[in-house]
């Protein structure tokens, strides 16, 4: 009797098991057949549908198609022919000959021989200026080819050059070409977009992006007046020259250099910032130089030994290495070994920053300095001459 009782239990308990894995395929069956049929309620299907794509704006970074699309037609690739002079000489590159015997270019004599140099520049008015790089210019210049985007190849000619920046003034002998207009490159902030547009390894008109790493960069050793525009932006030989274009399609910087080991990008350029591109060009375009501001003496970087026998507890300012006696500054009271620390109430860090406030100095005026000698400031007031008049 008990047997027969737990029998009947069991079978009851199996069906009940069973009828519940038969109740939940049917339930899946339904779903599944659900995703393909329409008219299936919202809240059947709700739990089975994948996840919405992310907005278009968290998947790709930002668009600059359009500012590249007309940026592009403002730059030129420019080739530049010179006449090198090189000795004759056999033994030009042997440096043990030439320390016990010199060059001896009189003995075996010299020729020119034509050398090839590419890069590119911007077109900045309609009426045909184009700045670019002194170094792409070059010395002994015999002739100078502009190519613009729209395939046209015309001869140039230069206005004017200023090594001090490695900036040139080109000049082309059509109207309304495409221009990029210019933009202030003392608003740029570390992280902004930027574009860098020129001719790498003469592939015209390429395009590469990234940001600006640091502004205000010098003694990278490219030019005598440094205050470079750094960024990642891949710049590659055939650059120079080219435009650094911010995120409004303006000119911010005249692509000039490249820090790198290898001698390809490493994610390191130089750019030379639009504000000071546009003053050096402007008084190319008046007056076939630039006028700077200059003092009638020579500063070093202050080393933390001269520092200490300074009496400066700090590497800030700039020493005065050499000086006549019969300049102006010396009768202002300025000695050798002073260490400049303040020029026109505006702290000094290094020799190269005192360089650039007295190139921007107004010519003709007397500049307030602070130095310190022999641990005590003294104020001076140094006079800022032309620097073309010194060159004379």
Known sequence: MIRRLSLSIALVVAGLVAGLLTAGTRTASVSNANLATPGVPTRVTAAIEAPAPAPPSLVGGPDFTGIAGQAVKGVANISSLQVVR?????FTDDPFFRYFFGSQDDLFGSRDRRSLSL?????????????TNNHVVGDNVSEITIALSDKREIRGRVIGTDPAT????????????????????????????VLAIGSPFQLSQTVTAGIVSATG????????????????????????????INSRGELVGINTGIFSQSGGYQGIGFAVPSNLARHVVDDLMKYGEVR??????????????????AGANTTRGAVVSRMYRNSPAYDAG???????????????????????????????TSAEVKVLRNGRLVDLKIPIVSSSRRRR
């Open 86 to 90: 090189t000795p004759n000489s056999p």
């Open 334 to 364: 300025l000695r050798p070994g002073d260490v400049i620390v303040n020029f026109n109430k505006l702290p000094i860090d290094d020799a190269s920053q005192f360089t650039r406030m007295v190139a921007d100095a107004k010519i003709g």
């Open 119 to 131: 890069g590119s520049g911007v077109l900045i008015s309609r009426d045909g200026y184009v700045v």
């Open 166 to 193: 490695d900036i040139a003034l080109l000049k082309i002998g059509v109207t309304a070409v495409p221009v990029v207009p210019w933009g202030d490159s003392s608003q740029l902030k570390v992280g902004e977009w």
């Open 217 to 244: 960069r010098a003694n990278v050793g490219f030019a005598d007046y440094e205050d470079f525009i750094q960024t990642d932006a891949a710049i590659n030989p055939g650059n120079s020259g080219g435009a650094l």
């Open 292 to 309: 700077r501001g200059t003092v009638d003496f020579q500063v070093e970087r202050l080393t933390e030994e001269y520092a200490q026998e």
